[in-house]
Every structure is written in structure tokens, then in C-alpha cells.
């Protein structure tokens, strides 16, 4: 028996179970960052003056610029992938998930030199609560782009293949959601950048 609200939406609410539960789960995410960010704003106004600037002047603001850069360039080819499944061209949207998948490399690699330049300059978590909010923040922002790139992976293996020749709708609507996810991650970021980089 299938299980309803799949691929049809619900009456009550107008989407599909899975869009439903994505936007449920990402109001959650919200709420974690969004506390996050508000540490960050109270220990910034409690802190002496100018240690924060002068902990932030260690970060390496090219280096995050490539990867925002990175990043709204993996929202772009999410987005194509998706609409080549709504125009019926899988082979394209093998490639441009393929795209997505090699920019999340990117930044988690970008990341790790980023990491390990600190550590070599031995600037850990515990030199200063600047540090400490960025490895939280950007670490934790990490770990949400793994998880993401191991849905996008499993979508894009013979896993999703077998998906798409059975019920392409269904299929469509999983990359949908995974999509929501992934623009989620990566607007974390746009605020992530200013707020630790710039600021």
C-alpha cells in the first residue's frame, strides 16, 4: 500500500509530506543558529574592546570569499539539476548534481587549510571566545554540508538511478527536497561570512 502524499499534495497544507517535514526540520535549524548568532551578539558586546577585531584579523577573508563564491555557485547547479528533472533530462542532472557535489569538495577542502593554517599558527577553540563562537559556528555549518553532500551522493549513485526509472515524480520531488536543504546550508553561510569575517 503506498503511503499518500507523496507525490500528490496534502489538502490541509498544499504540500507533499517530504516538503512538509524539510521546511518543519529547517524551522528547527533555524532555531539552532539562530541561538547561535545571538551568543555570538552577547559575548561581542561583553567583550573588551577591540578583541574581537583583533581575533577576527586572523581570518583569512580571501579564502571565504572563494568559498561563498563556491557555495552560491552550488545553489546554482542544485537548481539546474532539479529543473533538468522537471524537463525529463536526467543525464543532466546527473552532471549538475555531479557540479554540486564537486563545489561542497571545494569548500570543505578550502575549509581544511583555512582550519589548519590556525593550528599551525597554534590558534585553537581555546585561545579566545572569538575563536571559540568561529570554530563552533563554522564547524558546525561543516558538518551540515557533509550531511548534505551524503543525501546528494546516495541521490546521485545507482540508488537514485533505480528511483528515477520507477517513479520519476517521486525522484523529482526528493531532489526538490535535498535542494531546500542545500539552499538552507548555504544561506547560513551568507550570514556566516559577514558576521565573523567582516564585521
Known sequence: ME??????????????????????????????????????????????????????????????????????????????????????????????????????????????????????HDIFPSSSTFMAIYFTLTGLHGLHIIGGMIVITYLWMPFGNKIWHTNPEHFTNRVEVIGLYWHFVDLVWIFLFPVLYLI
Open 3 to 120: 503511503i499518500p502524499y507523496i507525490v500528490d499534495e496534502r489538502e490541509d497544507t498544499g504540500l507533499i509530506n517530504s516538503k512538509l517535514g524539510i521546511w518543519i526540520f529547517l524551522a528547527s535549524e533555524v532555531m539552532l543558529f539562530g541561538g547561535l548568532f545571538s551568543a555570538y551578539v552577547f559575548l561581542r558586546m561583553a567583550a573588551p574592546p577591540g578583541d574581537f577585531a583583533h581575533w577576527g584579523a586572523e581570518l583569512n577573508v580571501p579564502l571565504a570569499t572563494l568559498n561563498t563564491l563556491v557555495l552560491i555557485t552550488s545553489s546554482v547547479t542544485m537548481v539546474m539539476s532539479w529543473a533538468s528533472l522537471k524537463l525529463k533530462d536526467f543525464e543532466k542532472y546527473k552532471i549538475y548534481m555531479a557540479l554540486t557535489l564537486l563545489c561542497a569538495a571545494i569548500f570543505l577542502v578550502v575549509k581544511y587549510f583555512e582550519y589548519t593554517a590556525k593550528f599551525h
